[in-house]
């Protein structure tokens, strides 16, 4: 829920890496399959409901009391599209898993603004718009900002895990 709410124009969006660095080290750490799905869906949710919190007004405007409801199904399903991916990584790469996460959220943000069903909203990278950082979008557009806030929760999550394990 943090995170969606420095998504917010706000000068704390630059924090966006400190809840993903948490979301980063609990994948890290936990049981690979239910475990991390369980993380990451509880994670994705709450960031959607607060990031998507005008969606249930605007769906009513557009489709009526239907329209509402509609965003009953919508946000579980945009929680879907992080948590099955952020799962297959923790799966897939196991003790590694804290190397990979930031490779796999560009992956899974290309892949979802693909297609008829295309869903680019809510982007890590998209924390970094209102900062001096943003220029780095004319190199590497959403998905460098992407990689280098995720690249620095996965390095404050490694960090947190180490200052855990030499204390």
Do not use: D
Not at 45 to 71: C, E, K, N, Q
């Amino acid at each position: 829920m943090m995170l969606g709410l420095m998504f917010l124009p706000s000068p704390l969006a630059v924090l966006a890496p400190l809840p993903l660095a948490m979301l980063h080290h609990r994948l890290a750490h936990s049981t690979a399959g239910w475990g991390a799905f369980r993380h990451a869906f509880a994670f994705a949710l709450a960031f959607f409901g607060v990031h998507l919190a005008w969606l249930p007004i605007s769906m009513a405007a557009v489709l009526g009391p239907l329209g509402g409801l509609l965003t009953v199904l919508v946000l579980p399903a945009a929680a879907l599209t992080w948590a099955v991916p952020l799962t297959l990584t923790r799966v897939a790469f196991g003790p590694r898993t804290l190397l990979a996460l930031p490779l796999a959220w560009v992956l899974l943000e290309a892949l979802r603004t693909q297609g008829p069903l295309a869903f680019p909203w809510g982007a890590p990278g998209y924390a970094l718009i209102q900062t001096p950082l943003a220029q780095l979008a004319s190199i590497g557009g959403a998905a460098l900002l992407t990689l280098l806030v995720t690249g620095t929760a996965s390095v404050l999550a490694g960090l947190g895990a180490a200052v855990l394990l030499f204390s």
